[in-house]
């Protein structure tokens, strides 16, 4: 009794009753539609909306930024995505027959092409002035290696579509694949910022989900780059020192390393497994879309399997809803299941942050300036194509003989905090140069570093 008693007269002790179980969300950095801050922000990039292999002979329904829209192809070969509903009377045009050139409604045969303009009004005559006076919403699209993007915000304001150094690398093979999480784009993108995770949740927590090495513990760093920032994470592994960086690409797109990196031998600038993006579906559902990259170096161990990258599907443990038990996801969750349980929108006021979370908080930061800067009427911030025909990136893995010998724990982490910077201020220095020029940047960083 005398220790009950004890427990109760403790002001931590027992709080439920007192603790707030509801909270304000986070409009401005969270709601994504039409009108919104952050709507209006996502609107002025170019959006995946889905793989080419998902778009065959009939019209296909997506949702965007919570927009109904309907994608096809015409018989010119040309992508088109409309409003989902009819200027005539709204019939969605999802059971749209395909034409030669648009697509035709199924209920009176009101004609689109594919950027929406009326072609011919079913019945009414050909010189109908309604065709002149009648518009469906479309939005330009472009089909790149598979996945189809889409420019949802005003025309004029509309940027090439982005094209990154790291895709059709020469080496590097690529598989587009998409996954659908049932909860706010934030906390899927804001992820990538939280290396901490890594080691708690795919090591700790779950056993080993990834290479072994990303189960040791790292020194973390961030820092910002011309297109957003990223983390500078640094381990000490066996014999060797690795360095990864991991962008983030605003608004909403992530490249990180290889997967099943195991830091056994150098390597330096070595690029990305994955580069995706986190896009809104509506405010409570997230498509991550992008391409998962392939090649030896970057799989030392053989367990990559390409055969499970595509529609809902990717080759690595915890990323959707329906491969495993609920009892499984229980025992070994992942970041689907951490991502999901946050609530459909993670309510930042009940949240804690603490100095592990400065990649999170960071990023949120970044977000909601340029959300900010949109809203005042600020052209949105585009990335620059440093390298003429793309844009210079900054996710890497660099790998380098472990050379400052035994040291106390702190002395160890003042070494790879060290490093660290030194690879990423090259990463981030070199991104007007080639990429051959890049690797023996870092090289020679790395020849003449401490370590
Ligand atoms: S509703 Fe589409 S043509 Fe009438
Ligand atoms: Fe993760």
Redesign the pocket.
């Known amino acids: 009794m005398t220790e009950k008693r004890s427990e109760a007269s403790s002001p931590r002790s027992y709080q439920g009753y007192h603790r707030p179980v509801s909270g304000v969300e986070d409009p401005e950095l969270t709601h994504v539609e039409r009108g919104t801050p952050c709507g209006e922000y996502m609107r002025r990039y170019w959006q995946p909306v889905a793989m080419e292999s998902e778009v065959g002979d009939l019209p296909v329904l997506v949702r965007i930024l919570a927009e109904d829209l309907v994608l096809f192809r015409d018989g010119s070969g040309r992508y088109g995505l409309l409003h989902r509903h009819?200027s005539?009377?709204?019939?969605s045009l999802e059971y749209g027959i395909v034409a030669d050139r648009g697509l035709i409604?199924c209920?009176?045969?009101?004609q689109y092409d594919v950027d929406g303009t009326l072609i011919r009004a079913?019945s009414e005559p050909l010189d109908s002035p309604i065709c002149k006076n009648v518009v469906q919403g479309a939005y330009p699209v472009e089909a790149v290696d598979g996945i189809v993007f889409a420019y949802m915000g005003p025309p004029e304001e509309r940027p090439p579509l982005p094209r990154f150094d790291t895709q059709n690398m020469a080496d590097t093979e690529s598989e587009a694949f998409s996954i659908t999480t049932p909860c706010n784009w934030l906390q899927v993108y804001e992820n990538t910022q939280d290396p901490i995770h890594v080691l708690h949740l795919h090591a700790r927590s779950s056993g080993v989900q990834f290479g072994a090495a990303s189960g040791v513990d790292q020194v973390i760093e961030y820092r910002d780059t011309p297109l957003g920032m990223i983390n500078i994470q640094t381990r000490h592994v066996g014999d060797h020192v690795w360095t990864r960086t991991t962008d983030s690409i605003l608004p909403n797109c992530n490249q990180t390393g290889a997967i099943f990196e195991e830091a056994e031998k150098p390597k330096f600038f070595r690029r990305v497994s994955i580069l995706r993006w986190m896009v809104p579906v509506d405010s409570v559902t997230t498509r991550t879309i992008g391409w998962r990259y392939f090649n030896a170096d970057l799989d030392p161990k053989g367990l990559e399997d390409r055969s499970q990258v595509g529609k809902e599907m990717i080759d690595f443990i915890g990323q959707t809803g329906d491969e495993r038990s609920y009892e499984e996801s229980q025992r070994q969750p992942g970041d689907y299941e951490a991502q999901v349980s946050q609530r459909s929108i993670a309510v930042h006021q009940l949240e804690h942050l603490a100095s592990s979370d400065t990649g999170v908080a960071r990023l949120r930061r970044l977000v909601r300036n340029q959300i900010r800067s949109v809203a005042d009427g600020q052209p949105a911030q585009q990335p620059q194509w440093t390298q003429g025909d793309a844009i210079a990136t900054y996710c890497q893995d660099t790998v380098w003989p472990w050379r400052a010998g035994k040291l106390d724990e702190e002395a160890e982490r003042d070494v790879m905090r060290e490093l660290g910077r030194v690879v990423a201020n090259t990463v981030v220095e070199t991104a007007n140069q080639r990429h051959s020029e890049r690797v023996a940047a870092l090289k020679s960083v790395c020849e003449s570093a401490g370590t």
Do not use: V
């Open positions: 009819c005539h009377r709204g019939a409604c209920y009176h045969g009101w079913g």
